[in-house]
């Protein structure tokens, strides 16, 4: 496995190692509503009265897909794990910003430095460089947000955010990881998930 310091061409792809109970939804149109059903059938399974909530998720998933993909993403993961009795809510967003909407920052301190000045010098929630062991270097930002129910899943706690930029080798373009969970209580287990879950990721040559 190469690192990213060890690729003098672009490499070909990118992958990312994710807990069992992560659903994958495909993102492009033609493959949308089948994934969808499929994880409304994962969701529902033994509940055959509850038709309006099942139509209810299907919906909200299917704008949460939409949105995803409008914004460049390629691949989205919804968690379907349950402790319990409660279910461990949160996605997983992977995308690539296009570069006509992305800063020429050549490496992740100098990005970090341009978010930091978005912020008005005041990072909001947590803000630095880490490195990642195969992926290289990398910006950490976690943040935490208020709820907002219509674009949540009908969500009403605040969420934790915790997005990785990652420079892709060999090029001027970024990976983004983006992690979301609105349980609140158990917030920081969660996102030591999310930091496990980014330290797998590794570029394909």
């Known amino acids: 496995m190469k690192t990213a310091s060890e690729f003098s061409s672009p490499p070909q792809d990118y992958n990312v190692i994710v807990p069992d109970g992560w659903f994958q939804l495909s993102l492009e149109p033609e493959e949308r ?52 009795p409660v279910p461990l809510a949160s996605s997983l967003l992977t995308s690539m910003p296009d570069p006509d909407e992305w800063p020429k920052c050549s490496d992740a ?41 219509a674009a949540q899943l009908g969500n009403t706690l605040p969420t934790t955010t915790l997005t990785y930029y990652v420079p892709i080798p060999a090029t001027t373009r970024w990976l983004m990881l983006s992690f ?4 609140d209580p158990l917030a920081d287990q969660m996102v030591e998930l999310f930091d496990a879950v980014a330290g797998t990721l590794h570029w394909v040559a």
Do not use: W
Request: glycine share 10%; charged share 30%; proline share 6%.
């Open 33 to 84: 509503d089948r994934c969808i059903a499929a994880l409304a059938d994962l969701q529902f399974r033994g509940i055959d009265n509850a038709p309006h909530l099942r139509e209810q998720f299907m919906r909200d998933v299917q704008r949460k897909a939409k949105d995803a993909y409008d914004v460049g993403g390629m691949e989205l993961y919804l968690s379907t794990l349950v402790v319990g």
């Open 180 to 183: 979301s969970t609105p349980v």
């Open 109 to 149: 301190e100098e990005l970090a430095e341009h978010l930091a000045v978005l912020d008005g010098g005041e990072p909001e929630g947590e803000l630095g460089v880490v490195p990642l062991d195969v992926a290289g270097m990398a910006v950490r930002r976690r943040r935490r947000d208020a709820p907002d129910p």
